[in-house]
């Protein structure tokens, strides 16, 4: 297996999110990535630096301009505002849009002012935009390319520490600690790179709605999300078993929420569903977006999942037989996040 992460991408140090009504401190701290390299030493895995990208063009593949453009100039363009204005770029107003997994695109955002834009483009207030979020993000996306490269150039399995994680953010919005989406960059790397059919699967507690909405309509990607039921849970409003794809992606997406409080027995059951789609699709590749967030002391999660228990999810991956990226996604009981991941590869692995 290679492993790829950047250091750079613990600079990204935000300062609030709103939760339960309160300003909260955050909870996608630097630390994690630290956890998550002291398991990989452990497994013995040497963890290389990802190249520069030579230009934005995967990510453009994925997210629009206009978009990319807003993230890469809003903490500049924040410091020309009046002196008391907050520690970091911070939406005060959302624009209504009903977020529905079939509208898979929204017309251009109307304002030209940067104070609309932050309500146009930061789709909640979990995604604060600091000094260095910029420069974190996109060498979060550039460690998921250079894994994808990997897998495209014939490695069986890699691994990308991404942070901040992406499964989340939509073509044109950010949300949920994710800003780029570097689980979808990595299947659409792919899908350039001349494969057929790339499958996505999705483990993190919370559904992965940005990677919907950017499939939705695409029969080239499978997306599976196996997740917690997001009636009263994040992200609310997708993530449904009934939001199977539109148009041409018509059966290509298939959610599976578990019950608040679930553990292994059903997660066992819902990968074990997920395999038989994920088979009958006969992808090239695998994408995993790899979430540590159903552990049971996970301090925004409802699910009850072990450490342990994630050796199960890398057998189930491994029974795949698929060439598999897995890009990280979320997990957030710092304590517990290392051993999440050595699980899983311990499982990969046996």
């Known amino acids: 297996m290679r492993a790829f992460y950047h250091p750079e991408q613990v600079l990204h140090d935000p300062q609030q999110y709103m939760r339960l009504g309160r300003v909260s401190a955050p909870r996608d701290i630097p630390e ?60 005060a107003t959302f624009p209504y849009w009903s977020g529905r997994p079939e509208q898979d695109s929204r017309p251009p955002c109307p304002a030209s002012g940067l104070l609309g834009q932050i309500g146009w483009y930061l789709g909640d207030m979990s995604v604060p935009v600091g000094p260095n979020c910029w420069t974190s993000t996109l060498r979060s996306a550039e460690t998921a390319v250079a ?41 659409q790397r792919m899908i350039g790179a001349g494969m057929a059919r790339v499958a996505i699967l999705d483990v993190d507690a919370h559904h992965g709605d940005g990677t919907q909405q950017i499939f939705y309509n695409r029969p080239d990607v499978l997306t599976v999300s196996i997740h917690a039921d997001p009636d009263n849970y994040y992200p609310f409003y997708t993530g449904y078993a009934q ?13 599976l929420p578990l ?15 997920a395999a038989t789609r994920i088979r009958d699709f006969a992808p ?28 199960l999810i890398g057998r189930a991956v491994a029974a795949l037989g698929l060439p598999t990226l897995a890009v990280q996604e979320g997990g957030y009981a710092v304590e517990a996040i290392g051993d999440c991941l050595g699980a899983f590869l311990s499982g990969l692995d046996g």
């Open 32 to 91: 994690r990535t630290d956890r998550l390299l002291q398991a990989l030493s452990r497994k013995g895995a040497e963890v290389e630096r990802p190249g520069a990208l030579e230009s934005l063009a995967a990510i453009h593949a994925v997210h629009t301009p206009e978009y990319v453009a807003f993230l890469q100039n809003a903490w500049d363009r924040w410091q020309e505002l009046p002196p008391d204005r907050g520690p970091e770029v911070w939406p």
């Open 147 to 187: 894994a994808a490269d990997a897998v495209i150039g014939g490695e069986r399995m890699a691994y990308a520490l991404c942070r901040p994680s992406g499964h989340h953010a939509r073509a044109d919005r950010a949300s949920g600690f994710c800003y780029l989406n570097n689980s979808a960059i990595a299947a």
């Open 243 to 255: 939001e199977t794809g539109s148009g041409a992606g018509e059966g290509f997406n298939l959610n």
């Open 259 to 273: 019950p608040h409080g679930s553990g292994i027995r059903a997660m066992e059951q819902a990968l074990d569903t």
């Open 284 to 311: 090239q590749a695998l994408v995993l977006a790899l979430g540590f967030d159903a552990h049971r002391d996970d301090p925004i999660g409802v699910l009850d999942l072990m450490a342990g228990d994630f050796a």
